[in-house]
Nanobody
Framework: VQLQASGGGLVQAGGSLRLSCAASGRTFSRHSMGWFRQAPGKEREFVAS????????YYEAPVKGRFTVSRDNAKNTAYLQMNSLKPEDTAVYYC??????????WGQGTQVTVSS
């Protein structure tokens, strides 16, 4: 599985962005997909994930109620809709695929910058 994240950019606080993660390979629909982020000087942290069927989603507490993870298996794409963005959401965002019991495959990251 190869992953390509896109959709980052500069937005004012309170604004919205939608990130996309396009996957190559025929097994995309079999795997849970996750979003992570890494702010400057901090470790990479989990943001959200969605199971292969899309039936279950999980969110880290700081983004719950503001971010929505989804997927379109027909398009081999996962999404992260980010609303009510805050300056503390500024980070490089990565998508990942959960394969063989771990987050095995990673996209290259897309920068999200939220200005106050």
């Amino acid at each position: 599985v190869q992953l390509q994240a896109s959709g980052g950019g500069l937005v004012q606080a309170g604004g919205s962005l939608r990130l996309s993660c396009a996957a190559s390979g025929r097994t995309f629909s079999r795997h849970s997909m996750g979003w992570f982020r890494q702010a400057p000087g901090k470790e990479r942290e989990f943001v959200a994930s969605i199971t292969w069927s899309g039936d279950n989603t999980y969110y880290e507490a700081p983004v719950k109620g503001r971010f929505t993870v989804s997927r379109d298996n027909a398009k081999n794409t996962a999404y992260l809709q980010m609303n009510s963005l805050k300056p503390e959401d500024t980070a490089v965002y990565y998508c990942a695929a959960y394969v063989n019991g771990e987050w095995s495959y990673w996209g290259q990251g897309t920068q999200v910058t939220v200005s106050s």
